[in-house]
């Protein structure tokens, strides 16, 4: 991956809609869902999971449930704030990758992430840290199909 390269993805229906034969999928709302893996930094398989990516996240926020099935070690007990609440969360280290294919993909290697102390339904957030720190990321929203694109501004070795 070089500094200028650009990658762009297609906004996706939410999980729950995309087999439905009851909705008008042209109008449907559409969100910036990235393909993603996750492993465990001290060995194991990565494995694919649909990231949500969230300019007002800070960093890479995963559900507990992932991150006990990935075994993930806890570094540090946080207090995090989101826009309604707080909450208590375990601060983690997890390989991140973005793509599928080999040729489209971004590895991020080994980052830091948090998720809740609590089970609860949230989806993977994919924040400002580290993807905003390598990429000029742009919402282009305004298009008939919308999509991400990611141009990297900062080399990732």
């Known amino acids: 991956m070089t500094v200028g390269q650009t990658y762009t993805y297609k906004y996706k229906l939410p999980p729950g809609l995309r087999n ?16 993603i893996q996750l492993y ?14 969230d300019s007002g996240a800070d960093g890479l926020f ?11 070690e806890k570094i540090d007990e946080i207090e995090t704030a989101g826009i309604l609440k707080s909450s208590e969360c375990i601060k983690t280290k997890v390989g991140f990758r973005i793509g599928r294919s080999k040729a489209r993909r971004i590895d991020f290697e080994v980052i830091e992430a948090t998720y809740p102390k609590k089970e609860g339904n949230i989806p993977i957030l994919v924040g400002r840290k580290p993807l905003f720190e390598y990429f000029e990321v742009k919402f282009l929203e305004y298009k008939e199909s919308p999509k991400i694109k990611l141009t990297q501004k900062n080399s990732l070795s």
Do not use: C, M, R
């Open 20 to 35: 439905k034969d009851d909705i008008d999928k042209k109008n449907a709302p559409t969100y910036p869902l990235l393909n």
């Open 40 to 53: 465990n930094p001290d060995g194991g398989k990565a494995k694919s999971f649909e990231g949500l990516v």
């Open 62 to 72: 995963i559900p507990k449930q992932i991150a006990e099935n990935l075994g993930l």
